[in-house]
């Protein structure tokens, strides 16, 4: 029988099927050979005899993909959730999980989300920042049930990652999109404005046979990896219909004279906010330390 893994926990791995979860464990072929299941994958089990509740995987099918961080397989596209205010937006670390999800060849969708908490004038900077760059943005509020189903839209067909910082409601959007999850929301520290870590592991929903959410633990840094500085205008797309006007190939856009994308920054055509975090991270693996 085949199956999906929506759930691993202490070496258990629950499994959807058409007969509905089964409780499995990994054959020791899998520890032999060093591949560990992860929620995502497709799977055939076996039932263990008399009993339609538990099985064992005897065979992990082919991945699509299979990222680290989050651990999982066989995604179509990530939902990064981050809240427009109650807590802030840290661009930083938007831009950071932006380029993660590009070095793995994912596509993102950004939800922004409080949108009942938040300005126009705030939705409209977040708007012009990230929609400029060829990111679709969403704009919800989970707590007022607004923008659920535009997301819903977004979803339908495909397996979707949902991740973001804790405390921005995540969980919230996820139990609108999908009741069943019945999962904790938290509560925001009022003193530090941050959420508790509420997911621990990361769990796939079925809103239909074909389409699936993947709730992850919220993380609060990201690393960009190996990547070398002169890598990362690459994940900047907005940067290159301006880089024809730089006066040198390779211009990193930074003290050069005549840069065509500095030039776009001054007139607005480039978001101050994208250009800062670029220049924060450039520094960043600029002065990495190499072993």
């Known amino acids: 029988m085949r199956g999906k893994i929506i759930k691993g926990i202490a070496g258990f791995y629950y499994v959807y099927t058409d ?5 499995c464990k990994a054959k020791g ?8 299941p992860l929620v995502g994958d497709d799977v055939e089990i076996v039932l263990v005899e008399g009993d339609h509740l538990t099985g ?22 990530t939902l990064v959730i981050f809240a427009i ?25 950004i939800c922004f989300n409080k949108k009942d908490l938040a300005t126009d004038k705030e939705q409209e900077e977040l708007l012009a920042a990230y929609s400029g760059c060829g990111y679709r943005v969403i704009f919800t509020s989970g707590a007022q049930n607004q923008g659920i189903e535009t997301i819903r839209g977004c979803l339908l067909g495909k397996t979707t990652v949902v991740a973001g910082p804790s405390g921005v409601g995540k969980s919230t959007i996820i139990n609108a999109l999908y009741p069943k999850a019945n999962m904790e929301t ?3 520290s ?10 621990r592991h990361a769990q796939l929903f079925a809103l239909q046979s074909d389409t699936f959410i993947m709730d992850t633990p919220g993380f609060t840094s990201l690393s960009l990896g190996e990547m070398e500085k002169e890598e990362l205008q690459g994940f900047y797309p907005e940067f290159e219909q301006y880089e024809k006007a730089c006066r040198f190939g390779g211009c990193a856009h930074l003290s050069e004279p005549v840069c065509g994308v500095k030039d776009a920054l001054a ?25």
């Open 186 to 188: 938290g509560e925001i």
């Open 29 to 36: 072929i899998f520890r032999k050979d060093k591949v560990k």
């Open 85 to 109: 205010v109650k807590p802030n937006p840290n661009y930083n670390l938007l831009d950071r999980f932006l380029i993660s999800m590009e070095k793995q060849k994912l596509p993102s969708v």
């Open 190 to 199: 009022r003193k530090i404005e941050r959420g508790r870590h509420t997911t």
């Open 267 to 291: 007139k607005g055509k480039i978001s101050q906010v994208r250009y800062d975090n670029y220049t924060m991270l450039y520094e960043e693996l600029k002065n990495r330390k190499k072993y």
């Open 56 to 77: 064992n995987i005897v065979e992990i099918l082919p991945r699509k993909n299979a990222l680290v961080r989050p651990a999982c397989a066989n995604v179509d596209q």
């Open 19 to 23: 007969l509905g979860l089964v409780e």
